[in-house]
């Protein structure tokens, strides 16, 4: 087991080939110790290098609409409201901390992103 830190994308691009080879690892042999130390290897050099910010609250919602196979009609009956719905998924209106609440206790919507701000290449084409 030859592991060095990972200090240019050509040593990630490497950390991962060898971890794609190193999947299968049984735990507790050589090659899955090797693999756990790869593993988080590449995390901490990608939280450095391209770390990812929460979504934001419109992209959260949408996910979460996507993915469930919830509709307008499903976030009004959650929000009390057809107006309050068609404004929040505009982009016109911001989420009230209710909203917030039920968003993540009912439809597990991360709290953290939805109470992350506007993106600003969201703000611009919002608009169009």
């Known amino acids: 087991m ?7 994308e050509a040593d ?14 049984e735990a507790d042999t050589p090659e899955g110790d090797e693999l756990d130390v790869l593993a988080t290897l590449v995390e901490a050099y990608e939280e450095t290098h391209a770390p990812i910010a929460p979504a934001d609250p419109l992209s959260a919602i949408r996910h979460t609409m996507a993915a469930q196979g919830f509709t307008q009609a499903d976030l009004s009956a959650l929000l009390n409201s057809r107006s309050r719905a068609s404004e929040i998924l505009k982009g016109a209106r911001e989420l009230s901390k209710s909203a917030m ?5 009912e439809w597990g919507v991360p709290a953290e992103c939805l109470i992350a701000p506007k993106r600003e290449d969201e703000d611009r084409t919002a608009g169009m």
């Open 2 to 8: 030859d592991i060095r830190p990972i200090k240019t």
């Open 12 to 25: 990630h691009a490497a950390a991962l080939e060898r971890i794609e080879m190193l999947m299968d690892a």
């Open 101 to 105: 609440w039920r968003l993540h206790s």
